[in-house]
């Protein structure tokens, strides 16, 4: 987002009140979206606002030496923007390393984190999680640095496009030529991507240039029209009139604005807004009320702290989601009053001393970019360390014991003299595949190697495999793709899903290329509707819907038919299939839980138990299900651990203190070690796939 340039020009107090329109509104929308469904926008009124005020800011400079030039706009760009942004990343780095477990929700944060002190956010943000208005990037500390990436690359071009306004008129007109042509390019593209890539247009320069371009020609033409003395040519009460126009135009963006249609079309009205409030506001004499409230100075010393309300207001709201949560008026007060006292503490300690004090205003322009870049650097390379240190950190107890906590915990350690599991990747078309076996092991093999298919489900069993590799001795394949299940008798998610039949063919096509007879092929997979994500819960009504709504019940018998096709092939060479009967799910989150910081979170009021009874019900038609299959597949069985995770009338997400689950439906590390050993008599007892006897356990 924009910043406060300390101008050698006329100073623009309405400019400060807009600031603070647009920062309350981004707040109050990130606070809750219900409270200002459009209230996003408020980025892209600050996008126009950085346009105009960045272009005064250089305006008073007449014919200078381009190196002189470029030095004196990023020594103030450093210096105003660099100190608050690096305290900020670091204290947020090190309360994150505290208390935000490392879970699938959390997992890109630290990279989104590590490039923002380079103005690069955007770019991993689009990569690892798409878009803005998804669950998962409200739980990422530094989604709101993408705003902060864009800027900082458009002040890369900035100096090089407006240097030419200080040579002459002719050099106006050549830059205001050059910011136009940008504008119509970025504003084509926008317009050309924004439906089939609505996160590309969201997060990127190239769909974003033409707000942040408004702002400069605006000022380049009411510089143009009436000098400094403001554009008098329009009469007050024209200029009034105009300015209440606008302002209702913004009102319409902040209120209407959709997820998913920003910046094009939905913020078209926000930059009309806020191109007609800086344009006819800049007479000193319009506006009447409007212009009173804009400069009011309650008002000012907010859009004066906007750009660290910007800043810290996300980490803020962010980690009270992972702990206390957000949802209650008094917890949203307190991040309001948390919020507001740690702006205000960056303003007077951080952002105004850097950028008035005289030793730095002082200091030659190369020697401030330079200490500026090293010291970027330097922190950048303390943060990643912190982060890699986050495990020791970690207030969590699935840091603590992330052995019990994680498939791929500390279980995996070898469990006999010179031997343990060693994984490799391969490149398979279309699916990740890791192979465990053993190494430096003098136990003896097993017969018979295990193939897996599947999606997280599949990889949540990771450090079974590993045992298994050391225990039984039998190389492991397992075959997965984040998202796709493979035989989950839910088509929706499984087949009927492009890239995830892709990934199922890929897979299963290179299973059957390396399988021979007396090898086994498992498919663990979430069987029945998920209770709750890692981020809400799911209205029980709809899970049954799931399970026996007639979509559901017609969806699982086309899918019997298609997966007893497809595996068809492998049972009549002799490789034994065995499925995973449902496991137990849960209607919250342990993991989130399971701290003293955290249980007390929203996300946890559905609590951690289920009745065995409604479990039983809503697996009973999965079983069936596969009983159906296996008797027409040879050597099919099912194996069902749900008798161990859950022996007793009630199912419980822990055994004894020890985590039996990880979310509300991926087991544990421990888990994984205590069905070990059943998996195993499984396996041992598996018939071949020639003997025609199928099985359940």
């Known amino acids: 987002m924009p910043v406060t340039d300390d101008t050698r020009q006329r100073y623009f107090p309405y400019i400060d009140g807009l600031r603070a329109l647009a920062v309350l509104s981004v707040i109050a929308y990130h606070l809750d979206a219900r409270l200002l469904p459009g209230g996003f926008t408020g980025v892209d009124v600050f996008f126009v606002i950085s346009g105009f005020v960045v272009s005064a800011s250089m305006a008073h400079l007449h014919r200078p030496r381009l190196p002189d030039y470029l030095g004196y706009f990023y020594s103030r760009r450093i210096r105003r923007i660099a100190p608050a942004l690096v305290v900020c990343l670091m204290l947020t780095g090190i309360a994150s390393a505290l208390f935000i477990p490392q879970a699938w929700l959390s997992d890109t944060s630290n990279e989104v984190g590590r490039w923002a002190f380079v103005g690069l956010s955007n770019f991993v943000l689009l990569r690892t999680d798409g878009d803005y208005f998804s669950p998962k990037v409200e739980f990422n500390p530094y989604t709101h640095t993408w705003s902060l990436g864009v800027e900082e690359q458009f002040y890369v071009l900035f100096p090089l496009l407006f240097f030419a306004w200080a040579w002459g008129a002719r050099g106006r007109k050549w830059s205001m030529a050059l910011f136009a042509a940008g504008l119509v390019a970025s504003l084509g593209y926008v317009i050309h991507i ?93 506006g009447g009320p409007l212009r009173a409230l804009l400069e009011n100075g309650g008002v000012r010393w907010v859009g004066r702290l906007s750009y660290s309300l910007y800043l810290w207001h996300w980490p803020v709201f962010v980690l009270m989601r992972w702990t206390v949560g957000l949802e209650s008026l008094p917890t949203q007060i307190a991040a309001l009053l948390v919020t507001f006292g740690l702006a205000a503490f960056s303003y007077y300690f951080v952002e105004t001393p850097f950028r008035r004090a005289a030793v730095f205003r002082n200091a030659h322009k190369l020697v401030v970019i330079g200490v ?263 050597g099919a069985s099912v194996w069902d651990p749900f008798p161990i995770l859950c022996p007793d009338a009630t199912c419980f997400v822990e055994d004894n203190g020890r985590p039996l689950y990880f979310d509300a439906d991926h087991i544990s590390g421990y888990a994984n070690r205590k069905l070990l050993p059943g998996f195993m008599a499984h396996l041992s007892a598996t018939p071949s796939a020639g003997s025609g006897n199928a099985r359940q356990e």
């Not at 009139?241 to 963006?253: E, K």
């Not at 697996?619 to 008797?631: G, N, Q």
Request: proline share 7%.
């Open 194 to 286: 924004a439906e089939a890539k609505p996160a590309l247009a969201f997060y990127m320069l190239t769909t974003r240039f033409w707000q942040l371009a408004t702002g400069v020609l605006l000022f380049q033409v009411l510089s143009q029209a009436k000098g400094e003395s403001g554009a008098t040519r329009i009469p007050a009460f024209v200029a009034t009139a105009g300015a209440f126009v606008s302002l209702a135009l913004l009102a319409v963006s902040l209120a209407t604005a959709r997820a998913g249609h920003s910046p094009w079309p939905d913020s078209v009205p926000a930059v009309l807004g806020t191109l007609g409030l800086l344009g006819f506001l800049y007479r000193p004499d319009a």
């Open 372 to 634: 500026g870049v090293i010291a970027i650097f330097a922190f950048m390379g303390v943060y990643r360390k912190v982060g890699r240190m986050q495990p020791d950190l970690s207030l969590s107890v699935t840091a603590q014991h992330a052995d019990d906590w994680y498939p791929m915990g500390r279980e995996t350690r070898a469990v006999y003299p010179d031997c343990a599991a060693t994984g490799h990747q391969e490149a398979v078309a279309g699916a990740d595949l890791r192979i465990y076996s053993k190494s430096s092991c003098t136990t003896p093999p097993a017969s018979g190697r295990l193939f897996v298919i599947g999606d997280s489900h599949a990889a949540a069993y990771m450090g079974l495999y590993a045992k298994l590799a050391v225990d039984a001795g039998r190389d492991v394949y397992l075959y997965t793709r984040a998202g796709c299940a493979f035989a989950s008798l839910q088509p929706s998610r499984d087949y009927k899903a492009p890239h995830c039949r892709q990934f199922g063919d890929a897979a299963l096509a290179d299973v059957q290329s390396r399988a021979k007879p007396g090898d086994t092929l498992f498919l663990p997979a979430l069987r029945l509707p998920r209770y709750a994500d890692q981020w809400t819960s799911i209205d029980p009504e709809q899970v049954r819907n799931a399970v026996f709504g007639a979509d559901a019940v017609a969806g699982r018998h086309e899918a019997e038919q298609i997966v007893r096709d497809m595996l068809q092939p492998l049972t009549e060479r002799g490789v034994a299939i065995v499925f995973e009967a449902p496991k137990p799910v849960f209607r919250s989150p342990p993991y989130r839980c399971a701290d003293w910081f955290s249980r007390g979170n929203p996300a946890c009021r559905d609590g951690l138990a289920m009745p065995r009874g409604e479990l039983e019900a809503l697996r009973k038609p999965v079983l069936d299900s596969l009983a159906r299959m296996t008797a027409q597949l040879p």
